[in-house]
């Protein structure tokens, strides 16, 4: 939907951009244009080319949502309203698409311009990923002190021997409602997290809801957490924090280092006991919080679940917070820079009646890139760039 109401803009753009070409060829005399009963001078049909040129661009630019696009959509519909009113009698309808333009210009500076949660996100993604330091290769040595099941995991995960991982970035795309009875929401996200005595988890979210657009930022840095979201890029709807939002978060953080990044799983604050021989339980120590975890593995040793009892439900306004179980299952398992990852999963809520069990979130991983740190500025534009390419 998002996207066919973009390229339907662009479209609409484009043809405007052309339309601009009927006052250059009467003002540079390339033909006889009947449409435009005033004069035109020469130096008013460059006006009118460069118009054209201008808001063609700005067309091309929204359609593939590329940097600065709002801010050539508003220089666009300015000069192309300012040479509309040099020939109004015949050209005044086109001030109505210079409206949407600029109306449309405003919600691209708040979607993706510095003031965006998009924006921040990048911000913060840079910040987290700079200066990081690799810790050495992961060993034998260390996987004889985790419970056999985890280091069977940590092992199938292509760890040994190689660097452990400090951070990755990642692109994934799934659907999200907020009940067994709501609406499904389409989504994409660009998610980076780093570990070591500091972790931070940022995740930037494009949702669809009612086929408009929602922009989600979650943050956990510095040990505490937040989560915001503008609907259409302008209208706060969700400003969750606070303690109960951070211990959420720390259950987050955690699944994501277990299902994500195995490879940091023998430097990572967890205390690990066996349960039997196709479980684990980690308690996980960040800060003033300390949350557990089961992770239960299948024949072949790939991690396969992750429950914990520690996660806490938003409600929607994130205002307040319901303690709940949740779980994690997780499957089809693929290789990214030689490390096999689980890239398909469901979040599930284990809530009361009425609305029971149910799933909540349904993801697939599309793409991964480990220890990005030294790449940070660089990285993480290609990243929102590669993220951008997917969603459109």
Excluded at 212 to 227: E, N, Q, R
Aim: hydrophobic fraction near 45%; include cysteine.
């Amino acid at each position: 939907m998002r996207r066919t109401l973009r390229w339907g803009f662009a479209v609409l753009v484009a043809v405007h951009g052309l339309i601009h070409l009927i006052g250059a060829a009467k003002g540079l005399r390339w033909a006889e244009v009947d449409e435009l009963d005033g004069p035109t001078s020469a130096g008013a049909g460059m006006v009118w080319l460069a118009a054209a040129g201008l808001v063609l661009t700005a067309s091309v630019m929204a359609a593939r949502r590329l940097r600065g696009w709002w801010l050539a959509l508003a220089a666009a519909a300015l000069l192309s309203q300012a040479v509309v009113v040099t020939s109004w009698a015949d050209a005044k309808v086109g001030t109505v698409v210079n409206a949407v333009m600029l109306l449309a210009a405003v919600y691209g500076y708040r979607a993706d311009g510095p003031a965006s949660l998009r924006a921040e996100y990048a911000r913060q993604a840079r910040e987290a990923l700079t200066g990081l330091q690799s810790s050495g290769v992961v060993t034998e040595r260390e996987l004889a002190r985790l419970p056999e099941p985890l280091a069977t995991y940590v092992r199938r995960a292509g760890a040994v021997g190689r660097p452990k991982v400090t951070s990755f970035r990642a692109t994934v795309h799934g659907r999200i409602r907020g009940g067994p009875d709501k609406a499904w929401m389409s989504f994409t996200g660009q998610q980076v997290n780093t570990f070591g005595p500091d972790p931070s988890r940022l995740f930037f979210m494009d949702a669809t809801m009612l086929g408009l657009p929602v922009d989600i930022l979650h943050t956990f840095s510095g040990g505490a957490a937040t989560m915001r979201g503008r609907l259409c890029s302008l209208v706060p709807i969700l400003d969750a924090s606070g303690a109960d939002m951070t211990r959420a978060e720390t259950v987050t953080v955690f699944n994501d280092l277990c299902i994500m990044a195995p490879a940091a799983l023998p430097d990572a604050s967890v205390t690990w006991d066996a349960v039997d021989s196709h479980a684990v339980r980690g308690t996980f120590g960040l800060g003033h919080q300390e949350v557990s975890a089961v992770l239960v593995f299948n024949e072949d040793g790939d991690l396969v679940d992750f429950v914990s009892e520690d996660r806490l439900r938003a409600s929607a306004d994130g205002e307040s917070f319901t303690r709940l179980g949740w779980s994690t299952p997780v499957g089809q398992y693929a290789a990214f820079e030689g490390r096999l990852v689980a890239t398909t999963g469901q979040a599930i809520w284990d809530a009361p009646d009425p609305e029971g069990r149910f799933a909540y979130l349904e993801f697939q991983i599309d793409d991964i890139h480990y220890d990005v740190g030294r790449q940070a500025p660089s990285g993480v534009r290609r990243h929102l760039a590669n993220a951008d390419h997917r969603r459109n």
